[in-house]
């Protein structure tokens, strides 16, 4: 209902052009800023006018207008609705970002951590009050172990890279309680950005590892470069072309034989979980990305979780607070006990509930053998576009793969069209683009990952969707390609400018006038 | 500036006396597609030959700029800053990265000639 008798929104606001509703086409709706909807006197509440108080602000007072549009109820239900129509996603159709982006979110998970005895909890509340949630926490600590064959577990890091910087703090704290300050941290060439990144966070230096020509690391390159003064390596395995390190457990001991610890990165946990335990790579630390592996949502409307896995000589150093069972029950223990030294606390709380609860719902429901089969479907699904694509375009590596099928743009060769062209063309064929341009180690990289959810069916039509492409770039049909997207809202947007000269802040028309 | 020489890593360095102006190549920047943002080293920072100098981004990817040879910076190219497409439309010229002074010449004669990068980069594409 339109309250235009209500108190006016913004009083004395000039009135705004009605910018809505006139630029549909085909049920494509463009859609203009809330502010830009602004209608003076529009509310969707009808408060009563303020009543008569002194003014005890002195020097605070608000001089300007508050600013907020004037908008009714349906105005806004049908702006969010429309923008959230415009949102490609998982729940629509195929896209081959895979579980970097999200994998499906089974339904179950979802209603089970709307329930209000884990949604309505406060994190004060007395621990008498909340012991099913601490158990809940326990039961994944105890599963993430088992999956892992690790001894302990930290739930607290708040995200993947959060789990990386927790493994390197416990990491440099180790080293510190053995007395020495290691500087050195090394990182494949092909690993993901987060790794060195969290490394000089942490204050190392960070060095590079070359990759051989199967796309993985190169043992010989790696033993050259250990050293007393190195900390860890970090190494993801499957590493991000898609491979099996299958020399994981030779690099474990080279670097525990020069005193360095292993932080194996876990995004791609995916492909092996249930299959086999990271515990017999040799790793000290791990983390897991709860939405990759557990169909948890990434973030989820709140930090997102990544759990993190230690090894024996790691575990004291875990951060607070974490939860123990004695005689009275559960207990979150929020101050270091005994014989651990933790490095302290990673966020204000224990880590993300509603993920925990997501997590442990999927891990539940499916079973030890459920998960050995997501495995190893994730892996047969990314080795049957392998297969299929093998010919038409180019794989970076030979395979087989694991979750992750990759390819270079060498069929791309002589045809003027990009890696890039051919992901915006996909837009047009209604596919999401893939990750593409890296791993940074292959040219023109097409990284594409199909996770277990997808059926045959579905692989099959994202299949001859590609091959079709592939023919139109080898067949000169590189104006397409460059014209491309036709079919989306936006052709294509001027990145360029967007990262050199970004607009982060809407302004008024007027504001905006008066500021050119 | 008439020696220029070139790294694998696709920097490019011209000696003129003990300074020497170091940037990335054509076929870097070609790689690259359009820079958006460059951070140089500050004059007086040491650099070690092979560690890194500065960080170049573009659209596609956030790549170190490695240090050819071991010096001192004494200046950087503060029109980056505002303007990183000379990146892309002078890589060699006016799209320099940063001047060092150089700790030792002979680091600068061992690596490749112009030929020479030229055949290194041909067997990579």
Same mark, same amino acid.
């Given at each position: 209902?339109? =309250?235009?008798?209500?108190? @006016?929104?913004?009083p004395g606001a000039v009135a705004a052009t009605e910018t809505g509703g006139a630029s549909h086409r085909g049920l494509q709706l463009e859609e203009p800023l809330l502010?830009?909807?602004?209608?003076?006197?529009?509310?969707?509440?009808?408060?009563?006018?303020?009543?008569?108080? @002194?003014?005890?602000?002195?020097?605070?007072?608000?001089?300007? %207008?508050?600013?907020?549009?004037?908008?009714?109820?349906?105005?806004? +239900?049908?702006?969010?609705?429309r923008l959230s129509q415009k949102n490609y996603s998982i729940d629509a159709g195929l896209?081959?970002?895979?579980?970097?982006?999200?994998?499906?979110?089974? =339904?179950?998970?979802?209603?089970?951590? =709307?329930?209000?005895?884990?949604?309505?909890?406060?994190?004060?509340?007395? #621990?008498?009050?909340?012991?099913?949630?601490?158990?809940?926490?326990?039961?994944?600590?105890r599963w993430l172990k088992t999956l892992t064959g690790m001894p302990a577990v930290a739930l607290s890091p708040a995200a993947g890279a959060h789990g990386e910087l927790c493994g390197l703090v416990a990491i440099r704290a180790a080293l510190e309680a053995r007395g020495e300050s290691r500087k050195r941290v090394l990182v494949p060439e092909s690993a993901h950005g987060t790794n060195p990144a969290t490394a000089a966070a942490c204050g190392f230096s960070v060095q590079s590892i070359p990759a051989d020509s199967r796309g993985r690391v190169d043992l010989g390159a790696l033993r050259a470069m250990l050293g007393p003064d190195v900390a860890a390596l970090m190494l993801t395995n499957p590493n991000t072309c898609g491979l099996f390190e299958n020399e994981v457990v030779e690099i474990a001991k080279a670097v525990h034989d020069v005193g360095a610890f292993f932080y194996c990165d876990g995004a791609n946990f995916n492909a092996i979980v249930g299959r086999v335990r990271p515990a017999d790579f040799g790793i000290d630390a791990m983390h897991i990305n709860l939405h990759k592996t557990f169909s948890t949502p990434h973030g989820g409307g709140g930090p997102g979780s990544g759990p993190v896995v230690l090894s024996a000589a790691l575990a *004291?150093? @875990? *951060?607070?607070?974490?939860?123990?069972?004695?005689?009275?029950?559960?207990?979150? %223990?929020?101050?270091?006990e005994g014989a651990a030294k933790s490095f302290g606390r990673l966020k204000g709380f224990h880590g993300q509930m509603g993920m925990f609860v997501r997590a442990l719902a999927y891990m539940m429901s499916h079973g030890r053998d459920g998960l050995y089969e997501a495995a190893g479907d994730a892996v047969l699904n990314a080795n049957y576009l392998l297969a299929r694509l093998k010919g038409h375009l180019t794989p970076a590596f030979d395979g087989p793969c694991m979750h992750e099928a990759l390819f270079d743009d060498r069929f791309l060769k002589d045809t003027g069209v990009s890696t890039l062209d051919f992901a915006k063309a996909m837009i047009d064929y209604g596919y999401h683009p893939m990750t593409m341009y890296f791993p940074l180690v292959v040219h023109g990289a097409l990284l594409m990952e199909p996770t277990e959810s997808e059926n045959r069916d579905s692989l099959d039509r994202f +299949?001859?969707? #590609?091959?079709?492409?592939?023919?139109?770039? =080898?067949?000169?049909?590189?104006?397409?390609?460059?014209?491309?997207?036709?079919?989306? *809202?936006r052709r294509r947007l001027d990145e360029t400018r967007a990262a050199r000269q970004p607009v982060l802040r809407w302004r008024p028309p007027t504001a905006r006038r008066a500021a050119e | 500036?008439? !020696?220029?020489?070139?790294?694998? !890593?696709?920097?490019?360095?011209?000696?003129?006396? !003990?300074?020497?102006?170091?940037?990335?190549? !054509?076929?870097?920047?070609?790689q690259l597609g359009d820079v958006v943002f460059?951070?140089?080293?500050?004059?007086?920072?040491?650099?070690?030959?092979?560690?890194?100098?500065?960080?170049?981004?573009?659209?596609?990817?956030?790549?170190?700029?490695?240090?050819?040879?071991?010096?001192?910076?004494?200046?950087?190219n503060a029109a980056l800053s505002d303007n990183p497409a000379l990146v892309n439309s002078a890589p060699m010229g006016e799209g320099w990265f940063f001047k060092i002074r150089v700790a030792d010449k002979k680091q600068v004669a061992a690596l490749m000639t112009e030929a020479a990068y030229q055949t290194f980069i041909a067997g990579l594409k």
């Open positions: 209902m339109d =309250r235009s008798q209500g108190r @006016a929104a913004r502010f830009e909807q602004d209608s003076p006197g529009r509310s969707g509440v009808d408060f009563p006018a303020a009543p008569k108080a @002194a003014d005890r602000l002195g020097g605070l007072r608000r001089k300007g %207008v508050v600013g907020l549009p004037g908008l009714s109820e349906p105005q806004v +239900i049908r702006h969010f609705t896209y081959p970002l895979g579980s970097c982006t999200m994998k499906h979110n089974p =339904r179950l998970n979802e209603k089970l951590a =709307r329930h209000p005895g884990f949604a309505e909890l406060h994190p004060l509340q007395p #621990m008498s009050t909340v012991q099913g949630a601490l158990a809940l926490m326990d039961e994944l600590a *004291p150093f @875990a *951060p607070l607070p974490y939860v123990v069972h004695g005689p009275d029950g559960f207990r979150l %223990v929020e101050m270091a +299949i001859a969707a #590609m091959r079709e492409l592939a023919a139109r770039a =080898r067949a000169g049909d590189a104006a397409f390609f460059h014209e491309a997207p036709t079919l989306a *809202p | 500036m008439s !020696d220029i020489k070139f790294t694998e !890593d696709h920097e490019w360095i011209g000696l003129d006396g !003990d300074i020497a102006t170091i940037g990335i190549t !054509d076929y870097a920047q070609q460059v951070e140089l080293p500050q004059a007086g920072r040491k650099v070690t030959k092979g560690g890194d100098a500065a960080v170049v981004e573009s659209v596609k990817a956030a790549s170190e700029v490695y240090a050819p040879v071991d010096g001192e910076v004494t200046e950087a």
